[in-house]
């Protein structure tokens, strides 16, 4: 049974979120709770464990993950900040790349499947190394959901190489160290409509071996990563829900302002990424 250790869980919309997992959810899930508010649930809902300060309920919830009694991290009511430092911690033993960055998993209703995006949510404005790494960590996530070959689109404003727009550079020099990899289809430098809209591929006769069938998004920069994450959520109708990766065990971040469906879908993306000990796949769909 898969085990998500929570990070000041015992508040009501993680309670929300537990409980909405437990229903929908396709398999059965632990859930062990690390707060210093009383417990808010019963031993059937989560297993609560007390602490007296915030570091030490932080220290406790990772020290659970390290250990391999929990499969997930899951952040509660607390920073952001407070939980990744202690992740990377080198007693805990927990990065497995030496970057770590975000995914997410976004369906949308005009679409017949689901997406992935990287990076717009963890590094800022990646160099061309860095970029590479963040490929890498969203190529294992692609391999444990068990897709076959995705297709990646390394984004830019067009799919012609500007030495004024330096993603395009980036996304060339990416494109050719990819070239041989056997994992998937990596090229760029892609507009979106290219990437997503088979229809504008065919209009702009552009031909390409990512022609509006992208599986992957790779953006250039947190700033072009973020407004269409939000595009997506605001205007898009779109189910979205991220994970940090590059770490032994997936850690799911969520806001505030994320609604209990995304948080849940969030969740479940975890899950997936837990080829090992769930029987997921890349939703079902066939490519």
Known sequence: M????????????????????????????????????????????????????????????????????????LKGGIQTHSLLKEVLRAEHNLKQKKLLSHVALISLPSFQRPILLTDAGMNISPSTEQMSAIIDNVLDV??????????????????????????????????DQF??????????????????????????????????DADVLVVPGIDAGNV?????????????????????????LTSRSDTVENKRYALDFALMQLSSQTEHTFAGEDR
């Open 2 to 73: 898969p085990t998500v250790a929570v990070a000041g869980g015992s508040r009501k919309e993680i309670l929300e979120l537990v409980r909405l997992s437990k229903s929908t959810l396709s398999e059965e899930v632990k859930f062990i709770v690390f707060d210093t508010e009383a417990n808010l649930a019963s031993r059937d809902v989560w297993d609560y464990r007390a602490c007296s300060s915030l570091e030490e309920m932080v220290r406790k919830t990772v020290a659970c993950a390290a250990s391999g009694e929990a499969d997930i991290l």
């Open 142 to 175: 692609t391999q444990a959901m068990g897709m076959s070959r995705p297709k990646l689109a390394i984004l830019s404003a067009a799919e012609n190489i500007n030495p004024k727009m330096p993603s395009s550079i980036t996304a060339q020099k990416l494109t």
């Open 179 to 212: 070239r041989s990899d056997r994992r998937a289809i990596i090229y760029g430098p892609l507009s979106l409509d290219l990437a997503l809209s088979k229809d504008s591929a065919e209009l702009k006769r552009f031909e390409g071996p990512v022609r509006g």
């Open 228 to 252: 269409l994450y939000k595009s997506l959520l605001l205007f898009g109708e779109a189910k979205i829900g991220g994970t940090i990766v590059g770490t032994r065990v997936p850690i799911v």
